[in-house]
C-alpha cells in the first residue's frame, strides 16, 4: 500500500540530486530518521544526471581537502553497505603543465598535498606518458600524479546515497515540487507543496539550480547562475584502457577519463556561456541543451593537441548540460543568516561529485550539532550580501569565474566583470 503524504517531518530536504541525498543519508547515520527528501521529478534528474563524475581531491583549503578525503572513502565503501553499485574506481588522476609557469603552480600543488596527507608525485612527461599512453607529451614541462583520486557514476551514486538513507528510515519522496516555503517570528516552520503542506522544524534547500529560486520564497540569498557545460564521448580508442587515470590539462581548459573504451573530453573554457536568464523551468528533467560546437571549439583545438588521435576518432554523444555556479567558484553551504532553521547546500561549480560525500556530512553535523564541526568559511553561506543575488551581475559574473576553473592562479587576482556595481 502506497503511503500516505507526511503533514508533519524534523527535517524537509528539497532536491533530490547527490547533495540532498547525501544529506538525507548523513542525518540518518547520525541518529535522525525523521527525514522527508522532495524530488520535484525523479532523483538525479536536474544537473547530477550529466556530471562527467571525476573526483579530484586536493584543494587549497585543508578542510575542503578533507570533505573530499572523506567523499574517496564513503564511495569506495557505499556499495558494500547498500547493495548498489556507485560507479567508483580508484584510477588516481593526472595534472599536466605546458609552461614553466603552470609547473610552478603544480609543485606548489605537490606541497600542499603533502601537507595535507594525500599521496602526491612530481614527474616528468615520460613518466606522465607512461601512466597515459594515448597522449602527446612533446610540448610538457612535467606533470603531478595523485594516486588517490578517481572517478564515479553520478546516477548510480545518488542511488545508492538515497537507499542508505531509506535504510535508516527517511522518506524519500519523487514527483511532489514545493511552491513556498512557510516562516513564521523570522524562523522556518515547513514547506507548501502541490500536495499540501508539510510543518518542519528544518528544512535543507539542496534544490541545485533551482536553489536560488527556492531562497527567493522566503528571502534567503542563494548567489548562483547556471552557465552551459560541455563534454564529448568518443568511440574506442586504441590505448584506453577501464584504469586509464583522470587527465587534467588545465593550459588547455579540458579533462579527460576513460568511459567504455572511449574518452569523455570536456573542460571550462575561458569565457562561459551563461543560462537559464529566465528562470530554469520546473520540468527541465534528464534534459541538454542544443549543441554548440562553436563555443566548445577551443576546447576541441586543445585536445587533439594533446591527444592526436582524436582526429580520426567517431564522436558517439555530444553533452551540454547546464550546472549552476557561483560567483566565487566555491559551494553554498550552512545556516541563512536571514532565516533561523533553513539551511543551504548548493551551488558545486562543476565539483559536486568530487564534494558531495563530505559536504553531505559536514551539513548533517552542522544541523545536528546546531553549528558547523569544523571550518568551512570558503563554503559558509554567510560570506555573500544580498547584492550578490542580483541577476545581471550573477550573470556577468559567473561567465569569468567558470574560466578561473583551469586558469592561471596569480596571487591577488582581482575580477573585472560585473563592476563597478558596489561603490
Known sequence: ??????????????????????????????????????????????TTWHAAGLVGQLRSHANMTGLIRYSTQLYSE????????????????????????????????AASARAQGVAVEVISPREAADLWPVMAMDDLVGAVWLPGDGKANPTDLTQSLAKGGRNHGARIIERVRVTGITVKGGTVRGVETDRGDIAAEIVVNCAGQWARKVGLMCGVTVPLHSAEHMYIVTGKIEGVHPDLPVLRDPDGYIYFKEEVGGLVMGGFEPEAKPWGMNGIPDDFEFALLADDWGQFEILMQNALVRVPQLETTEVRKFYNGPESFTPDNNFILGEAPELRNFYVGAGFNSMGIASAGGAGRALAEWIVNGAPTMDLWPVDIRRFASFNNNPRWLHDRVKETLGLHYAMPWPNRELHTARPFRR
Request: overall charge positive.
Open 78 to 109: 557505499l556499495e558494500a553497505e547498500t547493495g548498489l553499485a556507485t560507479g567508483w574506481k580508484n584510477c588516481g588522476s593526472l595534472a599536466v603543465a605546458r609552461t614553466s609557469d603552470r609547473m610552478t603552480v603544480l609543485k606548489r600543488t
Open 1 to 46: 500500500m502506497a503511503q500516505e503524504f507526511p503533514t508533519q517531518a524534523r527535517v524537509v530536504i528539497i532536491g533530490g540530486g547527490i547533495i540532498g541525498c547525501s544529506v538525507a543519508y548523513h542525518l540518518t547515520k547520525l541518529g535522525w530518521t525523521d527525514v522527508v527528501l522532495l524530488e520535484q521529478g525523479q532523483l538525479s534528474g536536474g
